[in-house]
């Protein structure tokens, strides 16, 4: 059974094709947790996933430019029972390039969800 006493992890998943903007974002809400005392976990960071998108010159034909080729790079930061400061930085204006998402789990004593 959950309880008020049992603690909430947000998991913020950030990702861009921009990697040095990414780690600054990063960088900046690690900086902002240490300032507050909250406890958070990462960030992790996952493989870049790379990705092609085929360009084609006309609609219905067959002719292409070359294909257009991007990387995603991805960190995931966990921020246990901090609620407030968790919303926080989900709510919070990022640059276009950045896209994040937050999923929150509350977790019993023995740590399961």
Avoid: C
Avoid at 40 to 65: A, C, I, M, N, W
Avoid at 80 to 98: G, L, Q
Wanted: net charge negative.
């Amino acid at each position: 059974m959950l309880g008020p006493d049992m603690p909430f992890v947000t998991r913020l998943t950030l990702q861009s094709g921009d990697g040095e903007l990414l780690d600054s974002v990063v960088s900046e809400i690690k900086s902002r947790a240490e300032r507050k005392g909250v406890e958070l976990k990462g960030p992790h960071p996952k493989p870049p996933s790379r990705h092609s998108v085929p360009q084609y010159k006309r609609v219905g034909l067959d002719e292409t430019f070359s294909s257009w080729d991007y990387t995603v790079y991805t960190r995931v930061i966990e921020i246990i029972d901090h609620n407030e400061f968790a919303r926080e930085v989900a709510e919070r204006e990022y640059p276009s390039r950045i896209h994040i998402t937050a999923d929150i789990e509350q977790f019993n004593q023995t740590g399961e969800s």
